[in-house]
């Protein structure tokens, strides 16, 4: 008993010190001696106290070893995993197939809607907070009918991969017919969300469907799918700004869509990256296997197209000085992600991926800023013509 007691108040100290800040290695080592030391007690007929003293003690630390574990695909989604685990069991695998515990896909398809509807917005005036939520929610479901398209499309391919054979569809959570069923109705939804806007959008919007239907097929005949995609989830570059001014400005829109397909070459060629081998096992083709170890070079070169573009979007929209300085910073976030990737490593690959979210963020806040910057420089002007 007073061994036991030793170790229980030995086990509570450990504990507070992993509240300042834990040392992982020391845990891993401290609570395999003690698991040791409870067996060996428990097989000379010791009190079972010991045994689940270690036991307890290990199932607390575990917990960080999981979240270490979590961190090596850089801290992938933890809330919106938690959220889907906490819904029923039967609801769960449909939640999974739209991805809704991975939201990095959503972002991505809706930053470039933000970005329109900003540069949309009246000089001086924030952006249409309607049409912001209205597009996340659009935004949210059609990302989920592209992830459930393309697990239809590639059922037989994502048993092959590691990373993908837990996928509702290709594990046998979810049938063909239960996909199709489900499929129709995230559709149905997207499509009363688009008959909120204006008839120009409405007509616009319908005809990104293709591109949405067709794109899982793209990495079965070219090493460019990621070009298909970026034309597929930057639509809303052109949607955003027709729904808040009622038909597009070529001059901004196009430019500011051009960008954002560059940007998608940017970051899902580095996604790519994480499933090269398994994509040459099973014949799938992508911009990852094309460049290989030019990858950088290439990289680089979508970079320059894509600041080229919001340069000539940003004129074009007359655009002020903090959405240049942000440009900048935006310069330096994609010379920096691209400079220091490391191709050969799956999890700094996922890393940089993800971080094109703040980017996409970034870039909103500098729209936003020069906007409303637009009114101070407005309004300096009109008091200087006054002094004359």
């Keep these: 008993m007073l061994l036991a007691k030793l170790t229980h108040e030995l086990t509570l100290h450990v504990l507070r010190r992993t509240h300042y800040g834990p040392c992982y290695p020391c845990f891993d080592s401290l609570s395999s001696c003690i698991l040791h030391k409870a067996r060996r007690r428990t097989k000379c007929g010791a009190h079972s106290q010991t045994t689940l003293l270690g036991r307890g003690f290990y199932s607390t630390i575990q917990p960080s070893f999981r979240q270490r574990e979590a961190h ?46 900003a540069l949309a917005a009246d000089p001086g005036c924030l952006p249409d907070l309607g ?32 990373r993908t054979a837990t996928r509702p569809i290709a594990s046998g959570d979810i049938s063909q017919m239960q996909a199709l ?51 597929t989830f930057n639509w809303g570059a052109l949607l955003g700004w ?5 038909s597009c400005d070529w001059s901004v829109c196009l430019p500011l869509y051009f960008s954002g397909v560059m940007w998608t070459l940017i970051y899902d060629t ?49 655009q002020t000085l903090p959405y240049y300085a942000v440009l900048s910073t935006v310069a330096i976030h994609l010379t920096h992600q691209i400079y220091t990737l490391d191709i050969n490593k799956a999890e700094d690959c996922w890393k940089k991926f993800v971080s094109n979210r703040n980017l996409g963020l970034l870039l909103f806040l500098g729209i936003v800023a020069g906007n409303l910057w637009k009114e101070r420089r407005e309004t300096l002007l009109q008091n200087e013509d006054e002094s004359r």
């Excluded at 685990?85 to 809706?110: E, F």
């Excluded at 027709?242 to 009622?246: E, H, I, T, W």
């Design 72 to 117: 090596h695909y850089g801290r992938r989604s933890f809330s919106a995993a938690r959220i889907v685990n906490s819904v029923p069991a039967p609801v769960q695998p449909y939640l999974r197939l739209m991805r809704l515990d991975k939201p990095i896909g959503t972002w991505l398809l809706y930053l470039p809607c933000t970005w329109s509807i």
């Design 131 to 162: 049409m912001l939520t209205l597009f996340g929610t659009g935004a949210l479901l059609m990302r989920g009918a592209g992830c459930t398209i393309n697990d239809m499309w590639d059922k037989d391919f994502d048993k092959k991969v590691s």
């Design 181 to 231: 069923i489900f499929l129709g109705g995230q559709l149905s939804l997207a499509l009363g969300i688009l008959l909120c806007l204006n008839y120009y959008s409405i007509a616009l919007g319908a005809a990104s469907l293709s591109l949405v239907v067709t794109y899982p097929l793209m990495k079965r005949i070219t090493y460019w799918p990621q070009l298909v995609l970026g034309l």
């Design 242 to 246: 027709s729904a808040v001014k009622g």
């Design 270 to 318: 580095i996604y790519a990256h994480q499933d090269r081998k398994d994509d040459l096992k099973i014949g799938v083709k992508s911009t990852a296997l094309r460049f290989q170890e030019q990858t950088k070079p290439w990289l680089s070169g979508f970079m320059v197209a894509m600041m080229s573009g919001l340069v000539i979007a940003g004129v074009n929209a007359e």
